[in-house]
C-alpha cells in the first residue's frame, strides 16, 4: 500500500462506507493510518506491512477492493504454544454494493476471506506456520465476529491470557489461526492463488 492508494480508498470508498452503520470501518482514514503504523510499530521494533488487494472490474480496469495492515513477528495469542504470529491491525474490504453499482464488478470476490489469507501465507513464509490473530474492532457489534468465524477463524476465550506484549484486555473478540487451522485455509486457497 501506497500513500496513494490510502488516499484513493479515503476520497472514493470512505464517503460510501461512512454511512454504513454496521461497518467498523466507516470512519477510518487509511491516509492516517498508514503514518500511524510504522511509526507506533516501529517504537516497539515491529514491522509493519500494508497490503491492497485489487479485483479486475468488468470492464478490465484493476480497482482497489481490500486494505490491510499486518504487524509482522507479533506475539502469538494462545499463550498455551507461545511463538510468533502477524497479526492483522486493520483490514477493510469494500461494500460489494459499492463496487457492483459505483465500479463495475458484478462478481465481488469474498474479500474478507482474502484480506486473512494474505496474514497466513505471509506468516508461513516468516517461518511462524500461518500463525496469526486479529481483534475484531466493537464497533462492528454482533456481526464482525461472526464473519471472522464464518471464515474459519478460532475464538480466543474472553477467559484466555493474552501474552504479555499485549496490553489490552481480553473482551473475547480476539481470534486466530492456529497452525492446522492455518494450513486448511491456506489450501482451500491455493488454486486461486
Not at 489469507?117 to 505471509?122: C, F, R, V, Y
Not at 464482525?144 to 504479555?164: F, I, N, Q
Not at 473482551?171 to 494450513?183: I, K, L, N, S
Request: include cysteine; proline fraction near 6%.
Amino acid at each position: 500500500m501506497t500513500a496513494g492508494d490510502a488516499l484513493w480508498w479515503d476520497a472514493r470508498l470512505g464517503p460510501k462506507h461512512a454511512p454504513m452503520a454496521t461497518r467498523a470501518d466507516r470512519f477510518w482514514s487509511w491516509s492516517v493510518l498508514l503514518a500511524l503504523c510504522h511509526v507506533v510499530q516501529r517504537a516497539k521494533r515491529r514491522y509493519c506491512r500494508p497490503l491492497v488487494i485489487w479485483a479486475r472490474t468488468d470492464h478490465g480496469r484493476f480497482l482497489r477492493v481490500g486494505m490491510s495492515i499486518l504487524i509482522e513477528d507479533y506475539p502469538y495469542l494462545d499463550v498455551a504454544h507461545p511463538g510468533d504470529a502477524h497479526f492483522v491491525w486493520f483490514m477493510s474490504a469494500a461494500d460489494a454494493g459499492v463496487l457492483t453499482n459505483e465500479f463495475g464488478l458484478s462478481h465481488p470476490p469474498a474479500l474478507a476471506r482474502v484480506l486473512l489469507d494474505n496474514a497466513i501465507i505471509l506468516s508461513q513464509n516468516a517461518g511462524f506456520k500461518g500463525r496469526m490473530g486479529l481483534h475484531a474492532a466493537v464497533a462492528g457489534g454482533d456481526v464482525l465476529p461472526k464473519v471472522y468465524e464464518r471464515c474459519g477463524l478460532l475464538t480466543l476465550p474472553r477467559a484466555a491470557e493474552l501474552p504479555p506484549q499485549v496490553r489490552r484486555l481480553n473482551d473475547g473478540r480476539y481470534f486466530y489461526a492456529d497452525e492446522a487451522v492455518a494450513e486448511a485455509l491456506a489450501a482451500a486457497l491455493d488454486a486461486s492463488r
